[in-house]
């Protein structure tokens, strides 16, 4: 029986010997997405957030309107109109191939990346929005009453008991986020999806390269889970002590 596995094994998965590094190359590059898409689409989320909620009606309609097109548009469409739209513009600038920031405008990694924040920050903006509005009144006149005014009140306060709230809801579009990064290879960034598909026209091999993407978005989505599950017990612990 072990050597019936052992053999049907190599036969529809002994091509991962060959190809170990390049599927980790691109395995990195799926897990590169994410981290620079939260890194800097969480801060475009929350500075949406409190201008979804700004009293201020020119802030308060650039951000209304800013979640309206990010969240109404398709991401694979918002992809192609930076990397061809945006990316066929830039070529016709006087001096720009010989800039130093030719080599980030040419390549269709960035554009990815660029359209993941805005979208992390048009959908996880409407969730923080959701979730400063939840946190009780009583406590931010009580936390002003003990001398927690402006900024201060935001970083001490409010946004983290708003995080505590959110923290469920922001695992879960981090994994939307995470599946989102498979559509990089459509503008020629070649992901973790990308080199797999390079491998299946290479080998003449359907189903079982995709069941390895399946495995390594599951495993990425379980670690993902399990770190935002301990942010929530860590945030939760700061607003008790506060």
Known sequence: MSV????????????IGKYWPVIL????????L??????????????????????????????????SVIRGTPLLVQMFIYYQGLGSLFPMIPGI??????????????????????SVGGYVGEVVRGALLSVPRGELEA??????????????IWLPRAMQSMMPTFAGETVLCLKSTALAYLVSVQDLLGQINIIRSREAITYT??????????????????????LEAGFAKTTKAH
């Open 97 to 118: 191939r010989q800039s130093f920031i030719w080599p980030v405008l040419k390549d269709g990694y960035y554009y990815v990346i660029f359209a993941l924040v805005l």
């Open 34 to 67: 994410l981290f620079f898409s939260l890194l800097f689409g969480f801060p475009l989320a929350v500075l949406v957030g409190f201008g979804r909620l700004s009293k201020n009606s020119l802030v308060f309609g650039i951000t209304t309107g800013f979640v």
């Open 143 to 156: 936390a002003r009453a003990y001398g927690f005014h402006g900024f201060k009140l935001v970083r001490r």
């Open 209 to 230: 390269p995709l069941l390895v993407v399946a495995v390594g978005y599951l495993i990425t989505t379980l670690v993902i889970e399990a770190v935002y599950r301990r």
């Open 4 to 15: 019936d596995f052992a053999t049907w094994f190599f036969e529809n998965f002994g091509w």
């Open 25 to 32: 190359s691109g395995f990195f590059t799926t897990l590169k």
